[in-house]
């Protein structure tokens, strides 16, 4: 069989950056940086960069990369914006070797570490999916483990089916209501649910629980212990990044702005909320992480966040304070969300401390990622987990 | 050149300009009080009245009131255009308030208004008196009863008004927004008197805060049923009204907009919309728990 056409090579090129854009999106959004080859991603906490390349065909290739990648922690002389520029706190090279060894890989990377300014390597890394495997320097690296994940699956030019399953996860109100419930169970640490289980929570049908789980599973997320039981393997980023792009329609979340011409005061407003809202509003966003995680990193209140079962939340926030009104596209700080939730309450119950109930950390968790909080968010998964763990 | 003031420049100048001994019997009212407790967060600029509304207390002290007008008239204040006497107390809608420049700057004058008796049922009453020269009169605004409460005293020993009073007593004084207008313009635009009003106790509300207003309840609770004893629970419940009315008349509302703009929230940027919420805001957190304290009810 002859070479493949130009324009097929292009064209597998544009679904592999869209498959790994998909995976990322998360944590990262591309940035493109100017440079005449490969695509960029800023984590969106704009600490860390990556240089994705699509094939390395030789250690010439990985040295040319690695002093590029080193470049990008250092000003450009005689620009006035470097592109990524020497805030970040990390730049991370991911790139497919192909038929590359991964010891040698390894090795080589090693080798040009070592002629850089002794300041630069502690802030590169690097993420090899070869034919054999994936690598990735430093090791035992979390972020780097589940960057390497999302790279396998979506640049090794094998791995179709995997990619197929990214690219066709259809996400409705239904398959988000299962996807949650299964993160509530992941998050409590608890054992597998039975579908029946996972259909009674998340108010879904048998089938449409069946479907999702299916095709949880084809991209690797879920596993299933039996015929009936079904649970997330880890955090699935992958789905994470998508539905974080479409939460707003999933959850029916309605942002509101202060209209008092004031600076907003969600402390306040949590007063008002524990005073006024219906009795089945759930508190979630940071005061919930806070409950969840005392030790939450986080100064301050930026916003309040709800969940309520109620589609129409207009009356009673309407009680809170008159002068909140729904935000504009325009206005990004909104100082009340109210998501709506269909399926049933895995919140926790109101105690002494908190009169209303408090969201699932599922809820929770998607309300950090919306408020930017990334870092703390992870942190959060990995408190919870560790939390349950010592309680198991 | 601006014809704006420091609030604490005017207090100071006040404070110098009268004489020490009459400073107990003198409670600053109006905007200049307003300004002189949120100091610190108006315009940098300052206000642009040049009007010091000095409430003479004790009520019913007419005699304080002509020794205060006889000694600063011999100290050298100096009568202002609209300020002549007549030779008869009648027809007392002829007579003149007193209002008077310092000796020694045009920065400022002083009206003297008369501390009204818990029993005074009008809403303005002209209460004529004789200086050596003829006889003024001196307005007495019943709702201003309630600045004697809680009055604060600045830095330069005067006392002034507290803001939730002087709210509370242009609530009361405008049930309605009705249709009359100030004699002069404001930043040139013809207002009603109720507008410019009610306006400022949007702008009061504003700058004290949600937090703040909610707790000008029990202030004016008490302030009520002591200087009102006998209709303290009815007007708690129509102290509203004229807010509520407001809210739902643009034209008036943006003349209220317009009176804050160049008066207490000049270079706020504040809005008919944040107006608007802050009265309902005011509404919800104070008007009406004031009524379900007092009245027993919602209010009207």
């Known amino acids: 069989m002859g070479p493949s056409h130009p324009l097929d090579q292009r064209h597998a090129l544009s679904v592999r950056l869209d498959a790994f854009t998909a995976a990322v999106s998360g944590p990262y959004r591309p940035f493109r940086g100017g440079r005449d080859e490969g695509y960029d991603f800023l984590s969106r906490d704009g600490q860390q960069a990556l240089v994705l390349k699509f094939a390395l065909h030789g250690v010439r290739d990985l040295h040319a990369a690695a002093i590029q990648l080193a470049l990008q922690l250092l000003p450009r002389p005689g620009l006035w914006e470097t592109p990524l520029g020497p805030g970040l706190r990390r730049a991370i090279l991911v790139a497919y070797v192909g038929r590359i060894s991964l010891g040698r890989i390894q090795e080589e990377w090693e080798r040009v570490l070592g002629a850089l300014h002794p300041d630069l390597p502690p802030r590169l890394a690097f993420v090899a999916v070869a034919v054999e495997g994936v690598a990735t320097v430093p090791q035992n690296d979390e972020?780097?483990?589940?960057?390497?994940?999302?790279?396998?699956?979506?640049?090794?030019?094998?791995?179709?089916?995997?990619?197929?399953?990214?690219?066709?996860?259809?996400?409705t109100e239904k398959a988000f209501d299962v996807w949650m419930v299964l993160l509530d169970a992941w998050l409590g640490r608890e054992a597998p649910l039975l579908m029946s289980e996972i259909a009674r929570r998340s108010r879904c049908s048998t089938p449409t629980v069946a479907a999702t789980v299916r095709h949880l599973e084809e991209r690797n997320e879920v596993s299933r212990t039996s015929a009936r039981r079904a649970g997330?393997?880890?955090?699935?980023?992958?789905?994470?990044?998508?539905?974080?792009?479409?939460?707003?329609?999933?959850?029916?979340?309605?942002?509101?702005?202060?209209?008092?011409?004031?600076?907003?005061?969600?402390?306040?407003?949590?007063?008002?909320?524990?005073?006024?809202?219906?009795a089945s509003v759930a508190v979630g966003g940071v005061v919930a992480a806070r409950h969840y995680v005392p030790a939450f990193d986080l100064n301050g209140l930026p916003r309040?966040?709800?969940?309520?079962?109620?589609?129409?939340?207009?009356?009673?926030?309407?009680?809170l304070d008159p002068a909140l009104r729904?935000?504009?596209?325009?206005?990004?700080?909104?100082?009340?969300?109210?998501?709506?939730?269909?399926?049933?309450?895995?919140d926790e119950p109101p105690s002494p401390r908190e009169p209303h109930p408090v969201a699932s950390p599922a809820e929770v968790l998607l309300d950090l990622y919306d408020l930017r909080l990334t870092e703390q968010a992870d942190d959060f998964v990995q408190v919870l987990r560790r939390k349950r763990d010592d309680h198991v | 050149m601006s014809d704006r003031l420091d609030p604490r420049l005017l207090f100071e100048m006040i404070a110098h300009d009268l004489p020490v001994e009459l400073q107990p019997h003198v409670l600053v009212v109006g905007s200049l009080a307003a300004a002189y407790h949120f100091r610190e967060v108006i315009h940098r600029d300052g206000i642009a009245t040049k009007d010091a509304d000095c409430v003479i207390h004790p009520a019913g002290a007419l005699k304080e009131c002509q020794a205060i007008a006889t000694r600063l008239l011999s100290d050298?204040?100096?009568?202002?255009?609209d300020c002549s006497p007549?030779?008869?107390?009648?027809?007392?809608?002829?007579?003149?308030?007193?209002?008077?420049?310092?000796?020694?700057?045009?920065?400022?004058?002083?009206?003297?208004?008369?501390?009204?008796?818990?029993?005074?049922?009008?809403?303005?009453?002209?209460?004529?008196?004789?200086?050596?020269?003829?006889?003024?009169?001196?307005?007495?605004?019943?709702?201003?009863?309630?600045?004697g409460h809680d009055w604060k005293q600045a830095e330069s020993g005067l006392h002034y008004a507290a803001p939730e009073m002087l709210a509370l007593a242009n609530l009361l004084a405008h049930p309605r927004v009705g249709t009359k207008e100030m004699s002069g313009e404001i930043g040139n635009r013809k207002l009603l008197r109720s507008a410019k009003d009610l306006g400022r106790v949007l702008a009061l509300a504003w700058l004290t805060g949600r937090r703040g207003t909610e707790a000008w309840v029990p202030s004016w609770e008490e302030a009520l049923r002591e200087t009102f004893p006998e209709e303290s629970s009815a007007l708690s419940l129509s102290a509203g009204s004229g807010l509520r009315e407001l809210l739902d008349d643009e034209l008036a509302l943006d003349q209220a907009r317009h009176a804050v703009d160049v008066g207490l929230l000049a270079g706020k940027g504040v809005t008919t919309e944040n107006l608007r919420v802050t009265g309902q805001r005011l509404l919800d957190d104070a008007l009406q728990p004031l009524a379900e304290r007092l009245g027993g009810r919602a209010s009207s």
């Open chain 2, 76 to 81: 050298g204040w100096r009568r202002l255009e």
């Open chain 1, 326 to 346: 729904p935000a504009t596209p325009q206005e990004r700080s909104p100082v009340l969300v109210v998501h709506h939730r269909r399926r049933g309450a895995p």
């Open chain 2, 86 to 147: 007549r030779a008869q107390p009648e027809p007392v809608t002829e007579l003149r308030a007193v209002r008077l420049n310092p000796p020694s700057t045009d920065a400022y004058f002083v009206e003297l208004l008369a501390f009204p008796d818990v029993g005074q049922k009008e809403a303005v009453k002209w209460i004529p008196f004789e200086l050596a020269d003829g006889w003024y009169c001196l307005p007495s605004f019943r709702y201003l009863g309630l600045a």
């Open chain 1, 143 to 171: 972020e780097l483990g589940w960057l390497a994940h999302c790279a396998r699956a979506s640049l090794d030019p094998d791995a179709r089916t995997r990619r197929r399953a990214l690219q066709t996860m259809t996400w």
């Open chain 1, 304 to 319: 309040v966040d709800v969940t309520t079962l109620e589609q129409d939340a207009s009356s009673w926030v309407a009680r």
């Open chain 1, 232 to 278: 997330l393997r880890a955090l699935p980023r992958g789905s994470l990044g998508e539905i974080l792009v479409l939460a707003d329609h999933l959850r029916g979340t309605v942002r509101y702005v202060d209209g008092s011409g004031h600076r907003p005061d969600p402390e306040d407003l949590l007063r008002r909320v524990r005073a006024k809202a219906p």
